[in-house]
């Protein structure tokens, strides 16, 4: 089993910055792949970004490419979002996901294990 609880959502304003990170319990976070997902008011979940468990492969929605960065640290159980230059567009609930295959995914189904989510508001 492997637990997520995500963190550092809130309000900013476009074109300012946050940083989500996830904190994963279990003793094998760093064999998971992770991804982080978003959820629109009124649209369905929508893949952002995702890491493999190295962290030397990682994949982004095109969006968001060059905007934000997808990085972890297995010493500490935690995967990161930086999120740069945000638009009012990347307003949503983001989630992380955890998934034992090695190579990360666009697809949420392959995801095992999924955080509570935490807000991100950006305003114009």
């Known amino acids: 089993q492997v637990q997520l609880v995500e963190s550092g959502g809130g309000l900013v304003q476009a074109g300012g910055s946050l940083r989500l990170s996830c904190a994963a319990s279990?003793?094998?976070?760093?064999?998971?792949?992770m991804g982080w997902f978003r959820r629109a008011p009124g649209k369905e979940r929508e893949f952002v970004a995702a890491i493999n468990w190295s962290g030397a492969s990682t994949l982004y929605l095109d969006s968001v490419k060059g905007r934000f960065t997808i990085s972890r640290d297995n010493a500490k159980n935690t995967v990161y979002l930086q999120m740069n230059s945000l638009k009012p567009e990347d307003t949503a609930v983001y989630y992380c996901?955890?998934?034992?295959?090695?190579?990360?995914?666009?697809?949420?189904?392959?995801?095992?294990?999924w955080g509570q989510g935490t807000q991100v508001t950006v305003s114009s």
């Open positions: 279990g003793r094998t976070f760093s064999s998971y792949a």
């Open positions: 996901a955890a998934t034992n295959r090695a190579l990360p995914s666009r697809n949420y189904p392959v995801y095992d294990y």
